[in-house]
Structures are given as structure tokens and as C-alpha cells.
């Protein structure tokens, strides 16, 4: 079966630019999670979805990153007014209620 | 503040032998354990989970849990050089009400099954 899609594969932009980011879970999953992974760096989760709500947004690692989910499907991750330490490999994963998280092959995002 | 700790690496391991990787956490709210692979360049790929006291078995992989020494291992027989990667261990803690937190990662011991 089809797993977790994102979109683009790579985005290149200039600091200042507004980015979106596109995740498209496995279908049936109820939760939905966006994460970062930096050079060298850990993962580091940012947002949790489940079905259309966001119980949590304090991971979001500053106010120009919003996230919405749609639809109980479709989830965009928008980071406004980019900064070059946004640099980074933006990842999303399903899963079912909250059991184990299947991750999309992720979006490199480079800031110039 | 949740920590995962796990030694970096690289761990060398000669072919067919018993690749063994340890993991700690701080968090004793954690009720669920992942192990994930990654390749170079590639996304996590989920290998085992654990939810009880332990050990879980998966083919050539070992998932061993201990709450109350707060650590998490994986065992890998009979590993082969596709076994060479980065492994990341994770923890999760959900929520009283029904939600979930999101999973805190290791950063990862890098794993090299020599031939």
C-alpha cells in the first residue's frame, strides 16, 4: 500500500520567502506529525495532528511556523519569512490513534 | 525536558556476529519505545517497538525493555553489511485523555557491519 507521501522533494528559497510544505499520510491514519532533522542534529518533533486539531503547538520553533491539517488528511507545514536556520530536512509520519509512526521521505529545505 | 541518550558510534561489528545497541531515557512517563533505521540521505524506517518489560523478538532483531532502569536495547543476530546504518531510538509518552505527544528521539548510534 501507498505510504507516506510529501511534497516537493527539495525546496531551494531565499531567506525572506514564505515556504509551504506538503504531507499526505497513510490513508486511515487519524495522527499526523511534522518533524525537523538538521546536519547532524537529532529528530526534533514540532507538531502533533490528530484528525484536524492540533493539541499542541509548542514545539513549532518560532511563530513565522504555522501547520494545518484538512480533511483528516492532507497536512501543510508553512514557515514564513525564512531564515538560513531553517536549513533543514522536514519530515512527516502517520500513524493510527497514536501507535507506532511511519515516516514520508521528507522534504530538504535549503534556505540561501 | 525529555532526554534520549545513546552512545554515537560508530559501533563496529564484524559480519554475523551480535550487534548490540543501548539506549536510556529520562522520561518515566514513557510507555512506548521505537526503534528506527536510517540510511544516509533516507527517512526512518520503523524497525521494532516495545511496550512491556522484556524482550520482544522480530526475525533477527531483539527489542529488550527495563522501566525501572529506564533503558531500552536492541539486539541484531546475525547482522549483515546491510544492516550498516544509523540507529535511532525513540520514546513516546501518551497523554492522559487520549493524545499523544510526539516522539522523542536519540540522536542515534551509527551501526558498521564490517564483511
Known amino acids: 500500500g501507498a505510504g507516506v507521501s510529501q511534497s516537493p522533494s527539495n525546496k531551494v528559497t531565499e531567506k525572506g520567502k514564505d515556504v509551504e510544505l506538503r504531507c499526505d499520510p497513510i490513508?486511515?491514519?487519524?495522527?499526523l506529525y511534522w518533524y525537523r532533522q538538521s546536519l547532524g542534529q537529532g529528530l526534533e518533533f514540532l507538531i502533533y495532528?490528530?484528525?484536524?486539531?492540533?493539541?499542541?503547538k509548542s514545539g513549532l520553533p518560532s511563530d513565522r511556523f504555522s501547520a494545518e491539517r484538512t480533511g483528516g488528511s492532507v497536512s501543510t507545514l508553512t514557515i514564513q519569512r525564512t531564515q538560513q536556520e531553517d536549513s533543514a530536512v522536514y519530515l512527516c509520519?502517520?500513524?493510527?490513534?497514536?501507535?507506532?509512526?511511519?515516516f514520508g521521505p521528507g522534504t530538504r529545505l535549503t534556505v540561501l | 525536558q525529555k532526554e534520549v541518550e545513546q552512545n554515537s558510534g560508530p559501533l563496529s561489528v564484524p559480519e554475523g556476529a551480535i550487534a548490540s545497541l543501548n539506549c536510556t531515557y529520562s522520561d518515566r512517563g514513557s510507555q512506548s519505545f521505537f526503534w528506527y533505521r536510517q540510511y544516509s540521505g533516507k527517512s526512518p524506517e520503523l524497525i521494532m517497538f516495545?511496550?512491556?518489560?522484556g524482550d520482544k523478538e522480530d526475525g533477527r532483531f531483539t527489542a529488550q525493555l527495563n522501566k525501572a532502569s529506564q533503558y531500552v536495547s536492541l539486539l541484531i543476530r546475525d547482522s549483515q553489511p546491510s544492516d550498516s546504518a544509523t540507529y535511532l531510538c525513540a520514546t513516546i509518552t501518551v497523554i492522559s485523555g487520549g493524545g499523544a505527544d510526539g516522539l522523542t528521539f536519540g540522536k542515534g548510534t551509527h551501526l558498521i557491519i564490517q564483511p
Open positions: 516495545i511496550y512491556s518489560n
Open positions: 509520519a502517520s500513524s493510527l490513534w497514536e501507535n507506532e509512526q511511519f
Open positions: 495532528f490528530q484528525g484536524n486539531s492540533a493539541p499542541d
Open positions: 490513508s486511515g491514519h487519524t495522527a
